[in-house]
């Protein structure tokens, strides 16, 4: 063993040891142990920071951007009305959402498919009013297991099939991989929903602060165009469950009605009066088609086309507005910003919102002109809230971003298109559409797993470059000597399946592959089942937050550590072993 070998094996030791004890965030340790690297001469100052700008790292802070652009353009909530209930139990949840994910990851890369499912799962559980952790893990573990059941579905059958071709003459096809992948994935999307969730720390399990927001009374306005006009107001109850909120009444030429408003047919220009948290009127909003405010404000709102958001004030008894109604003020003509909602704890508002006298200690729920929420607050002589990350959903291009996101994925999927550049070409049409507005495109990426990823490929990159990896191959094709042929395919796995935990699979498979090839020949058996072993294994990284995109995607938004991921990964990776050696030896006999 070389003295770089030392010293990295020695890293990777201390690394490990650091992020399972969970003193110092991962971000930091992994940095360190970079600069330290560096310093100590294993890691080549040119390749220092290769990381950041290694496929890996671009696509998910791509990914992460392109989430919120289907979150901001309400895909999220199409999906979540379609498919999702709120009032499942947390079991069937999970379930559902795995079966969905892992469908989706066989024939899309399972980092877009995370991607697309990733944001609705949290919607849900922030309805449901349980932390999102209890569930984005068996997320992420479901669609990197549908990814195993084709050839595009994950990135290491890809080159496995590329390898074949250079060693035996011919690509694995298509479908190749779906006798074993697919058993696979269904033997762990059964684990997952059954028993793995219930593996998860209590400590993630915490109600995040979201499902606890203030709740206002707000107003939404029916459009001329609604395709909702002459339906009584009663017919919209089911939508209204569905998002958690409460319709109180109507109002209709100024006037307010309520008991008898549930059989009033609805007409344009009717004011919908709700009580709701912000997230939950922007649902209910967005799956009516409705209107912030009457035809002539919202108009004038959006004019200048850079897109609104939303705000909430606290009302000190100095403020402007105080003692006064948003319409005395000129709070719409004078600052083109609507009043949304009023939140007045234990009062019953009964007058129209923009009628109403504002009272001292009345958060108001604003929605401004994009990048003036500041010197609104400061007109109205208001205190702001914390920002919570209210958006308003563009629900007009809803269609526009899912088929954005479409064409990306397929493009990629067939070979057009790098993934990152796909995904890229995916950011930059959302900023130039206003999906997502460009002073929030960097607000989106989680800098922290940036830096995780940025830090651990370079000291990857140096494990492989200075023989590490190949000592540990050569070591296996020691060990293994006068096994069984079953036998050494299930130690190649194993050992595959750990290395893919700690580098990532592409690396792990370009390695492993030709090691698996080399053993096979050592046994005089076909190298067909021993690649499609690497394929299962290298796909298979559940310990860690470092080993899959997947994994690392969820680690910050989940509330997890790093520790957290081998409780439930550590019985999938078994139960992975123990069904994919059966099949291999079935389907690819030696």
């Known amino acids: 063993m070389t003295t770089d070998q030392i010293i990295l094996f020695t890293l990777f030791g201390a690394v490990f040891a650091l992020l399972l004890w969970g003193r ?17 001469g294993v890691v080549p100052t040119g390749d220092a920071f290769s990381g950041f700008g290694h496929p890996a790292t671009l696509v998910v802070a791509l990914v992460l951007v392109v989430s919120a652009g289907l979150v901001r353009s309400g895909a999220v909530f199409l999906i979540t009305r379609t498919l ?5 139990s947390l079991g069937t949840h999970i379930a559902l ?11 899309m890369n399972n980092v877009a498919a995370l991607a697309l499912l990733m944001p609705v799962d949290i919607q849900t559980a922030r309805k449901a009013g349980r932390a999102p952790g209890l569930s984005l893990m068996p997320l992420s573990f479901a669609t990197i297991l549908g990814g195993m059941a084709t050839l595009i579905g994950t990135p290491p059958n890809i ?8 060693a035996l003459g011919a690509p694995f096809a298509m ?10 994935a269904i033997a762990g999307l059964i684990f997952v929903a059954l028993i793995g969730w219930r593996l998860i720390p209590q400590d993630t399990t915490q109600t995040t602060p979201e499902a606890d927001l203030s709740q206002y009374i707000a107003e939404l306005t029916v459009p001329e165009d609604s395709k909702h006009l002459g339906r009584r107001l009663a017919e919209l109850d089911n939508a209204a469950d569905k998002a958690d909120v409460a319709i109180l009444g109507l109002i209709r030429d100024g006037k307010r009605r309520y008991g008898q408003a549930r059989n009033a047919l609805l007409q344009a220009g009717d004011a919908l009066v709700l009580e709701a948290t912000p997230d939950a009127l922007d649902e209910f909003r967005t799956s009516l088609d409705l209107a912030v405010a009457d035809a002539k404000r919202e108009e004038a709102l959006r004019a ?3 897109g609104v958001e939303i705000i909430e004030v606290v009302v000190p008894e100095a403020a402007r507005i105080h003692g006064k109604t948003a319409q005395s003020i000129g709070l719409a003509w004078r600052q083109r910003t609507v009043l949304l909602g009023i939140s007045r704890q234990g009062t019953r508002i009964t007058k129209h919102l923009r009628k109403t006298v504002v009272k001292t200690g009345d958060i108001l729920l604003l929605l401004v002109p994009r990048d003036t929420g500041p010197d609104v607050t400061d007109w109205l002589g208001c205190l702001p809230l914390a920002d919570r990350g209210l958006a308003v959903t563009e629900n007009r291009k809803v269609w526009l971003a899912i088929g954005l996101f479409a064409a990306a994925v397929a493009a990629a999927s067939v070979g057009l298109l790098y993934l990152p550049i796909a995904l890229g070409l995916v950011v930059v049409a959302y900023v130039l559409t206003r999906i997502v507005p460009l002073s929030e495109l960097y607000d989106h990426i989680n800098w922290p797993v940036v830096v995780l990823l940025g830090s651990m490929i370079p000291l990857g990159a140096a494990l492989e470059s200075s023989g590490g990896t190949e000592l540990i191959a050569g070591a296996l094709v020691s060990w293994t000597g006068g096994l069984p042929a079953w036998a050494v395919l299930t130690v190649l796995m194993i050992v595959t399946m750990t290395l893919s935990d700690v580098l990532n699979n592409t690396a792990t498979t370009i390695v492993a592959a030709p090691v698996g090839i080399q053993m096979a020949q050592s046994l005089n058996v076909s190298p067909d089942p021993f690649l499609m072993a690497v394929a299962v294994a290298a796909s298979s990284a559940f310990l860690t937050p470092i080993g899959h995109k997947n994994n690392t995607l969820i680690l910050s938004a989940g509330g997890y550590s790093f520790g957290d991921y081998w409780r439930m990964g550590l019985p999938l990776e078994v139960l992975i072993v123990a069904v994919s050696i059966p099949m291999i030896l079935i389907v690819w006999p030696l």
């Open 175 to 184: 479908f190749d991989f779906a006798p074993v992948g697919g058993a696979a």
């Open 24 to 40: 110092f965030r991962y971000d930091i340790v992994a940095f360190t142990a970079l600069m330290v690297g560096v310093v100590l």
């Open 97 to 107: 959402m795995g079966a969905i994910g892992g469908v989706l990851s066989a024939f």
């Open 159 to 166: 080159i496995i099939a590329s390898i074949r071709e250079e």
């Open 84 to 88: 999702v209930d709120a009032t499942r």
């Open 304 to 306: 200048d086309g850079e």
